[in-house]
């Protein structure tokens, strides 16, 4: 079964547990909250640029996780707020709090693209569908609303099923994902020169 939609969504949840007097936007609002975080897949890849000031930018607000820091046309390495050690001419970085901070320290601004993971928008009555939906997978958000439908209706056996059947709808968004990350965007690894 197809869950294309918010509506869809709300009527599928009514059919499963037969109370109508259940708050299902409710579940389906929290349901969507408990998987947002565990869901990375490259529809969710989005790219800003940006400018730094006094060293460092604010990070998107949907911002989940970065795959790429572009730093006046160069790739920004990684560093630890502990350790910054890197390359003469590298340009390093680390988060603190809601900005990533960027090194060396200078003057001047920094022209930045950063591509990330955003966080999955929200389905809602106003806001029908999400990349979720219109690609098949919102059976997640289905089996994440009944979680939270069944703790509600203290029905722990059901919840314990639906709590199998999430992790098995959010393993087919991994595997898709990988599917694709890994057929033409593989990794690449540099050992600093050749291999023999």
């Known amino acids: 079964m197809a869950l294309s939609s918010y509506d869809e969504l709300q009527t599928s949840i009514a059919d499963y547990i037969m109370r109508p007097d259940a708050p299902i936007a409710s579940f389906i609002a929290l349901g969507q909250a408990d998987i947002a975080p565990r869901i990375k ?7 800003v640029e940006l400018t730094s000031a006094d060293n460092k930018v604010t990070i998107p607000a949907d ?36 900005t990533y901070v960027f090194l060396p320290e200078q003057t001047e601004p920094r ?21 979720l939906t219109e690609n098949n997978f919102g059976n997640a958000i289905f089996h994440a609303a009944l979680i939270r439908a069944y703790r509600w209706m203290k029905d722990p056996d059901a919840e314990a099923m639906e709590k199998a059947s999430l992790q098995e709808a959010l393993a087919l968004i991994a595997e898709d994902h990988h ?5 033409g965007n593989q990794f690449e690894i540099d050992f600093g020169g050749p291999l023999f």
């Open 179 to 183: 599917r694709a990350v890994g057929g």
């Open 41 to 47: 897949h490259y529809l969710q890849e989005t790219v």
């Open 111 to 131: 022209e930045l693209e950063i591509t990330y993971y955003a966080r999955t928008p929200a389905i809602t009555a106003s806001n029908q569908t999400n990349w």
């Open 63 to 98: 911002f989940q996780e970065a795959r790429r820091i572009v730093v006046d046309g160069r790739i920004a390495r990684p560093t630890s707020i502990y350790d910054s050690k890197r390359l003469v001419d590298e340009t390093g970085y680390y988060q603190r709090g809601n």
